[in-house]
């Protein structure tokens, strides 16, 4: 309830240009929806061209002077800029305009404190905070200057005006429960590979509707808001398929363009779910104008936690709110589905497909059973696909589909 006591911090973002100004229109956009995330309020944007970004004030002489008369003109409370700033860049800024100084990093890690429930994920963005923070201490210098409000808040804010050997003593400490918490994490998954229960990991841009997903299809209780990284912890849930198969549903923190490293760094076991599942769901929002880049940056994150190829159904999610129909595909999946989530379309087409390659990804058997080994058929309706069934003199006749380690344990 922290927005209802703390007035709207009025900010003007400001980003430097240093190729395509198409996309960096698109990344303030974005940056905009960040800040009114946070609780801000954007009144006003600047942009500078320039053949690379300043390394001393990240934006020239020239539009320090424009932003200063801006600040003044509307009345803002500070600014924010659309890239991380350096410790130098942060502290000359500050130093010029005489006024709060952001970046996308810290409006970033001040939604994900705001948004932490559990332990795990606290733990996680106070590392991050704490991590972003240590290196623009100096000596003693506290972060007053900041004000309060965005970007002091979350489970870090208490440690942010102590000295960096507090600082470095505190990480360390969240460093190992971090390690504690991978370790955890690391047993849990090693159980579901003893059950061999298939894992499904739910991916996607922020705000795609991953969270709508999961509730829909499993009855969860997670936060659906539109706003991006409405849930931060990710969540499991058991879902039993038409079919009788059983698999694991997990979804996922969303991704975003210019996602801090140290988020990445502390959320790496946390976003390294996928790494381990045995199937993803890519869920795309197809009524974004941004859709394919950010696709295309989805895949790149991936590929830096490094997820190998597994088979991936792409999911266009929202075509409910789309002028006219249209046909999305994507082609570094191996199969798309068009739906609205919400609306509970193309939830079928969805499940048929992971149907299909569980299948795929199974042993096909013919056999039967004596009576006495009654509970094996119980055991391939759980963890497989059971075709057939008819009792016979000599036993229990079965057609199934089952995966190669429960198969092992069927023919023990």
């Known amino acids: 309830m922290y927005e209802n006591f703390q007035k709207k911090e009025k900010l003007i973002t400001v980003a430097v240009a240093i190729s395509d100004a198409e996309k960096v229109m698109e990344s303030l956009d974005e940056l905009d929806e960040l800040i009114a995330t946070a609780g801000g309020e954007v009144i006003g944007r600047i942009i500078q061209n320039r053949e690379q970004i300043h390394s001393g004030t990240y934006v020239g002489k020239g539009k320090l002077d424009e932003i200063r008369e801006m ?32 970046d996308r990093t810290l409006i970033i890690l001040d939604i994900f404190a705001k948004r932490a429930v559990t332990r795990e994920g606290k733990v996680q963005v106070e590392l991050a905070q704490l991590r972003y923070h240590a290196t623009r201490l100096i000596g003693m210098r506290n972060l007053s200057r900041l004000g309060g409000g965005i970007g002091t808040r979350g489970p870090g804010e208490k440690k942010l005006e102590v000295d960096r050997r507090l600082i470095k003593e505190r990480i360390s400490k969240l460093r190992q429960e971090v390690r ?38 499993t009855d969860a209780d997670v936060l659906e808001e539109d706003k991006l990284f409405a849930t931060l912890d990710p969540t499991s849930r058991n879902l039993k398929l038409s079919d009788g198969q059983e698999i694991i549903l997990t979804d996922t923190v969303g991704f975003i363009r210019k996602l801090p490293h140290h988020l990445i760094d502390a959320f790496r076991s946390t976003l390294e779910e996928s790494k ?8 795309v929002d197809c009524s974004n104008p941004q859709m394919e880049e950010q696709m295309h940056l989805v895949y790149e994150t991936l590929n830096k936690l490094g997820v190998g190829n597994k088979p991936i159904i792409t999911v266009f999610n929202k075509i409910d709110l789309l002028d006219e129909e249209r046909s999305f595909k994507d082609f570094s999946a191996d199969v798309s589905v068009q739906a609205s989530i919400k609306n509970r379309i193309g939830l079928d087409a969805l499940e048929h497909e ?13 056999k039967t059973f004596g009576y006495d080994e009654a509970g094996k058929i119980s055991f391939i309706r759980k963890y497989g696909q059971l075709l057939k069934e008819e009792y016979r003199d000599a036993g229990i006749y079965v057609e199934a589909y089952i995966s190669a380690e429960h198969y092992g344990k069927l023919i023990q």
């Open 71 to 102: 600040l003044a003109e509307l009345g803002a409370d500070g600014i924010v800029c659309d890239d991380e700033l350096s410790p130098v860049q942060m502290k000359n800024l500050e130093d010029a305009l005489d006024t709060k100084v952001m």
């Open 180 to 217: 504690d918490m991978e370790n955890h994490r690391e047993v849990t998954r090693s159980a579901r590979e003893r059950q061999a229960v298939p894992v499904v990991a739910i991916v996607g841009y922020t705000n795609a509707g991953k969270s709508t997903l999961l509730n829909t299809l």
């Open 276 to 283: 381990y599942a045995d199937i993803l769901i890519h869920v």
């Open 354 to 366: 992971l149907q299909e390659i569980l299948r795929r990804q199974s042993i096909y058997i013919e």
